[in-house]
T-cell receptor
């Protein structure tokens, strides 16, 4: 079965712009979580969506937002980009009802210049 | 304040020997722990997990040990193989619903032939 698909793979934006990243979960998975990975910080949890509702949220500023559609696909938006937003953004999907099955996509590498 | 710590940013081991990766956590409410492996340009992949009701879980060459009193877990890889060279992330959560895991910063393992 197809894995978690993230698009685009690479993105270069300038400060002040906004960006939208997309994630298509594994078929049947209803939970989508987003993580930011930066060197030395590991994976920082952004938020999790389940059945189109934000169920959990990490400690990121309001410039970071997301949504989930009825087909479980999710988008993440970052407005007013800052240089420090340069990172690998990873999406992970699960069934969302317990147990393992936390599968990551390959990520979107965002560079802010 | 990092709730999950991996104090060794890198580790080098000879092929065939044992690799021991360590992880410490501060939140006593964590009761479910996972290890993920990440190759460059790929998303993290699930390796092994352990719940707080156990102190050891084994899967082939991989064994995870949990010391709840010390809030410490370790991943043992025996024997180490060059293909094990990757970044290893420790993650913890309350419950195993698969969302809102807290990840450590990762340890880069290099297995030398």
């Amino acid at each position: 079965k197809a894995g978690v698909t993230q698009t685009p793979r690479y993105l270069i934006k300038t400060r002040g712009q906004q960006v939208t990243l997309s994630c298509s979960p594994i078929s049947g998975h209803r939970s989508v979580s987003w993580y930011q990975q930066t060197p030395g910080q590991g994976l920082q949890f952004l938020f999790e969506y389940f059945s189109e509702t934000q169920r959990n949220k990490g400690n990121f500023p309001g410039r970071f937002s997301g949504r989930q559609f009825s087909n479980s696909r999710s988008e993440m938006n970052v407005s007013t980009l800052e240089l420090g937003d340069s990172a690998l953004y990873l999406c992970a999907s699960t069934l969302g009802t317990g147990g393992l099955g936390y599968t990551f996509g390959s990520g979107t590498r965002l560079t802010v210049v | 304040d990092q709730q999950v710590k991996q104090n060794s940013p890198s580790l080098s081991v000879q092929e065939g020997r044992i690799s021991i990766l360590n992880c410490d956590y501060t939140n006593s409410m964590f009761d479910y722990f996972l290890w993920y492996k990440k190759y460059p340009a790929e998303g993290p992949t699930f390796l092994i997990s352990i719940s707080s009701i156990k102190d050891k879980n084994e899967d082939g060459r991989f064994t995870v040990f949990l010391n709840k009193s010390a809030k410490h877990l370790s991943l043992h890889i025996v024997p180490s193989q060059p293909g094990d060279s990757a970044v290893y992330f420790c993650a913890a959560s309350q419950g195993n619903y698969g969302q809102n895991f807290v990840f450590g910063p990762g340890t880069r393992l290099s297995v030398l032939p």
